[in-house]
Every structure is written in C-alpha cells, then in structure tokens.
C-alpha cells in the first residue's frame, strides 16, 4: 500500500497531469483559430498524452489500495502572444513537471518504496524527451524568426504527429472497463 506522503503527491501528479491537458487543449484551441492546424494537431495529441498519464497513475493509486482523489482542476491560459509565446510556455511547463517527477522518485526512495520508483523512473525518462522536444520546437521557431513561409513549413512538420497510446496494455487506456 502507497503511504499517506506519497499517496498525496501521486494525486497531486494525477490533478497536475489533468490541468496539462486542460492547457495543451486551450493552446490547440489558440493554434486553431490562428490557422496553424498542424501546430493544432501537435498540441491536441500532447493533451491526449497527458491525460493518459494523468489515467496510468489514477490506475496505480488504485492498484496500490488507496484512493484516487481529483480535485478541481485550474482555467489555463486561453491568450498567447504567437507561436513563440505558446511553447515558451509549453518548455517552462514541461520544466514545472520534470521537478514534480523529480520530486516523486525522490520521496519514492526516501521511503523505500520500490514499487512507486519504478513506476516514476518511467516518467523521468518521459520528461528527458520532452523537454529535448520542447526545446527542439523553440529553437527552431528562434531560428525561423517572422519568415511566414518557414512558420508554415514548420506546421506541416508538426502536423504528422500522431497519438501513441504510451501505455497499450492498459485496458482503461484502450477504451475497456476496470477489471472487477
């Protein structure tokens, strides 16, 4: 059984992830209307990735016999400057979770709880390779600067993204029930 501490910080992770795909969504949403589809795309899979964690760790609060607990979750940001604006905010955001992983394992060991350091060591790798992404996207819209016609390219490229189910043995994740 999950401890009180780390019960409280996995819920905590649980709400966190549900507030990312809230903000990821209202960016996709922002992206939409600014007529960049593609960017669109890439920011709708990123909420559909966030909330399939936000699932997998409700899904191991329950396996571990305590109880999920969700609260209310936040308004994003709804306005964004441009583009740039957008994934300033999804780096910085990105960077906000790595710590709160970070912090998790952390406690994980602290409390010889192997079981949860495991589980957590998969979304420490997971955070390597978002903010390397992140920060890909950023450092090409640098480079790009105000040419239309690159920002255009650039959201085509980010339009092939497709949504992965990160966790494809997980039932719940694949739209089938809890087993009883």
Do not use: C
């Amino acid at each position: 059984m999950l401890s009180e501490t780390l019960t409280k910080a996995l819920n905590d992770q649980v709400n966190w992830e549900m507030y990312s795909s809230y903000l990821y969504l209202s960016m996709s949403a922002y992206a939409e209307n600014a007529s960049l589809k593609g960017t669109a795309n890439w920011l709708w899979v990123q909420a559909q990735e966030e909330m399939a964690h936000a699932i997998h760790m409700y899904q191991h609060i329950l396996n571990r016999g305590a109880v999920p607990v969700l609260t209310a979750i936040a308004q994003p940001e709804v306005s964004f400057s441009d583009l740039k604006d957008v994934f300033k905010k999804v780096y910085a955001h990105e960077q906000k979770v790595t710590q709160r992983i970070n912090n998790i394992a952390t406690d994980a060991m602290n409390e010889n709880d192997h079981a949860l350091y495991q589980f957590i060591m998969w979304y420490v790798n997971e955070q390597v390779e978002e903010e390397a992404n992140d920060a890909e996207i950023l450092s090409k819209l640098e480079f790009i600067g105000g040419d239309k016609g690159q920002l255009l390219n650039l959201d085509k490229e980010l339009g092939m993204r497709t949504y992965v189910n990160p966790f494809p043995a997980d039932a719940k994740l694949n739209g089938g029930t809890a087993a009883a």
